[in-house]
């Protein structure tokens, strides 16, 4: 569950909780508010409202 991805992986894995996203619904993939780098979030997460953190800037977002 932990194994290390390459950072270019990133935008198929959820950003919350890591998990591909391809295989839950309603998932998503949108460019940070911030510094418009690619987040993702699965649809677990979402619906949860957890929240994620852009890797890249550090922007914290519901
Ligand atoms: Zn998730
Ligand atoms: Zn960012």
Redesign the pocket.
């Known amino acids: 569950m932990t194994d290390k991805k390459p950072a270019e992986a990133t935008g198929n894995f959820?950003n919350?909780?890591g998990?591909n996203i391809a295989a839950i619904k309603n998932s998503v993939t949108f460019k940070c508010p911030n510094c418009s780098s690619m987040i993702s979030?699965?649809g677990?997460?979402r619906s949860r409202s957890?929240q994620y953190t852009c890797k890249v800037c550090g922007f914290l977002g519901p």
Request: overall charge positive.
């Open positions: 959820c919350s909780c998990r979030r699965c677990k997460c957890v």
